[in-house]
């Protein structure tokens, strides 16, 4: 029996146990074509984490035929792939309103990729240096888009700007200190920055140009200092760049404004930098994904 042919029956026996039809047939389709073997996307695995995205997305609980909407999923296909989730505990089910978010236990996976990329290892005693020597709090952030980070891990308690600052928790756009270092050593061009720009809030926002002069300063001294983004916060930020130059990470000193004068903001930068340089150096011994 050649492959196409068992393949398509392993596919209709599925269909008739109320497999969905299009995740597995698009999978299918794939493998008999090859595609394992020049690395093409598996359709099911694609489908499913089209999902799990849509719910991270989501600001509340979806119902199946609302995530179908919003994955561009056919509402069956959406359905299953959400149980099937469901009973691997990544999503978590709510009977009386048949809604879907997803499961706490996506916080386990998200622990062990930290633990096993060394990254926290390495990274948590320097944060802590500095936060107590200086008395901030200190955020470890991953650049993941333009000008968009993600949250890694923070110390201190000098304060916490709001209450949903969480380990996982995305800021995108260039806001801030960690904005306009992101700018300044990432890769966007101006046309997309300043699209960007347009579309985040500021305490005391700079007009765009007066924003570029800044990402220039930032780009000579190697650090940036913000006072405007939010109201009585200063912040400094220093870029974690790879051994070719590639901005991954970014370190920012955070406090209340007069707790950090002008005076201060000259040795804790030179702290952050400090820091920033020996988690650069360990980089490529790393497994940061």
Same mark, same amino acid.
């Given at each position: 029996?050649?492959?196409? *042919?068992? /393949?398509?029956? $392993?596919?209709?026996? %599925? !269909?008739?146990? =109320?497999?969905?039809?299009? +995740?597995?047939?698009?999978?299918?389709?794939?493998?008999?074509?090859?595609?394992?073997?020049?690395?093409?996307?598996?359709?099911?695995?694609?489908?499913?984490?089209?999902?799990?995205?849509?719910?991270?997305?989501?600001?509340?609980?979806?119902?199946?035929?609302?995530?179908?909407?919003?994955?561009?999923?056919?509402?069956?296909?959406?359905?299953?792939?959400?149980?099937?989730?469901?009973?691997?505990?990544?999503?978590?089910?709510?009977?009386?309103?048949?809604?879907?978010?997803?499961?706490? *236990?996506? /916080?386990?996976? $998200?622990?062990?990729? %930290? !633990?096993?990329? =060394?990254?926290?290892?390495? +990274?948590?005693?320097?944060?802590?240096?500095?936060?107590?020597?200086?008395?901030?709090?200190?955020?470890?952030?991953?650049?993941?888009?333009?000008?968009?980070?993600?949250?890694?891990?923070?110390?201190?308690?000098?304060?916490?700007?709001?209450?949903?600052?969480?380990?996982?928790?995305?800021?995108?756009?260039?806001?801030?200190?960690?904005?306009?270092?992101?700018?300044?050593?990432?890769?966007?061009?101006?046309?997309?920055?300043?699209?960007?720009?347009?579309?985040?809030?500021?305490?005391?926002?700079?007009?765009?140009?007066?924003?570029?002069?800044?990402?220039?300063?930032?780009?000579?001294?190697?650090?940036?200092?913000?006072?405007?983004?939010?109201?009585?916060?200063?912040?400094?930020?220093?870029?974690?760049?790879?051994?070719?130059?590639?901005?991954?990470?970014?370190?920012?000193?955070?406090?209340?404004?007069?707790?950090?004068?002008?005076?201060?903001?000259?040795?804790?930068?030179?702290?952050?930098?400090?820091?920033?340089?020996?988690?650069?150096?360990?980089?490529?011994?790393?497994?940061?994904?």
């Amino acid at each position: 029996m050649d492959q196409p *042919h068992a /393949l398509g029956s $392993a596919a209709a026996a %599925l !269909r008739a146990k =109320g497999v969905e039809t299009e +995740a597995i047939i698009a999978s299918r389709e794939s493998v008999a074509a090859g595609d394992f073997d020049r690395g093409k996307p598996v359709g099911a695995v694609v489908a499913a984490v089209k999902v799990l995205r849509t719910l991270h997305a989501s600001e509340r609980p979806l119902n199946a035929s609302e995530v179908a909407r919003a994955a561009a999923l056919h509402r069956g296909t959406a359905y299953n792939i959400l149980r099937t989730l469901q009973a691997e505990g990544f999503v978590a089910y709510d009977e009386a309103r048949r809604t879907y978010s997803v499961s706490l *236990h996506i /916080l386990e996976i $998200a622990h062990g990729v %930290l !633990r096993h990329s =060394g990254l926290m290892d390495l +990274a948590r005693p320097l944060m802590h240096a500095v936060s107590d020597t200086y008395g901030v709090s200190v955020y470890l952030s991953k650049v993941v888009g333009p000008c968009s980070q993600l949250l890694l891990d923070w110390v201190g308690a000098a304060l916490r700007t709001d209450l949903y600052l969480t380990v996982g928790r995305q800021f995108p756009g260039p806001r801030g200190a960690s904005g306009v270092i992101m700018a300044a050593f990432g890769n966007t061009g101006d046309a997309e920055l300043e699209r960007l720009f347009a579309q985040v809030a500021w305490y005391q926002k700079p007009s765009f140009p007066e924003f570029l002069a800044r990402v220039q300063e930032a780009r000579k001294a190697g650090f940036a200092v913000d006072r405007a983004s939010i109201q009585g916060i200063t912040q400094v930020s220093v870029p974690i760049l790879s051994p070719s130059w590639e901005l991954l990470l970014v370190l920012t000193a955070a406090a209340h404004s007069h707790d950090i004068d002008s005076d201060a903001v000259g040795p804790l930068s030179r702290a952050m930098q400090s820091a920033a340089a020996r988690l650069s150096e360990s980089l490529r011994l790393l497994h940061l994904g």
